[in-house]
């Protein structure tokens, strides 16, 4: 899989999932002392806490990816921000305060998996991936230069 279709089918996950926390069959109500008055906190398909910032923010990440997934710098621009971003919330979720950015975005439980997932996959597509290209296209033999 290439950059361009990994940032598209992100893009789409994104886009996914920022919807169907809007959609109360897919989303487990229950008060929450840490979410903030203007928002309901709930457990997507009963296991991801969201609340209506947090699914604005998946929507987000989702037009931005389908916005650039048809450009390759563009695309590893996504992947990289995306890995950089997803790690430090991962990393967040594990903080008091900070695993719910003050009341504001739930992210703890087991968002913190889901997080680092999308850290490491989006690492992958951001930084090592366009190496990789680079290296087999290098190892390859080339009809102009047999040396």
């Not at 709930?42 to 650039?68: D, E, Q, T, Y």
Request: glycine share 10%.
């Amino acid at each position: 899989m290439d950059i361009k279709k990994f940032t598209l089918i992100a893009g789409i996950a994104f886009l996914a999932i920022g919807i169907l926390g809007f959609i109360p069959a897919f989303v487990t109500y229950s008060p929450s002392p840490s979410s903030s008055a203007f928002m309901s906190h709930g457990m997507l398909l009963g296991i991801f806490p969201v609340n209506g910032l947090h699914n604005l923010v998946h929507l987000g990440f989702g037009l931005w990816a389908l916005s650039v997934w048809q450009n390759t710098a563009r695309s590893r621009i996504f992947c990289r921000s995306n890995a950089i971003i997803y790690g430090a919330l991962a990393v967040a979720g594990f903080i008091p305060g900070l695993n719910t950015l003050w009341g504001l975005l739930p992210m703890h439980g087991h968002d913190i998996w889901l997080h680092a997932v999308i850290a490491l996959a989006t690492g992958y597509f951001g930084f090592v991936w366009h190496a990789r290209e680079h290296t087999v296209d290098q190892l390859r033999p080339s009809w102009r230069n047999p040396l």
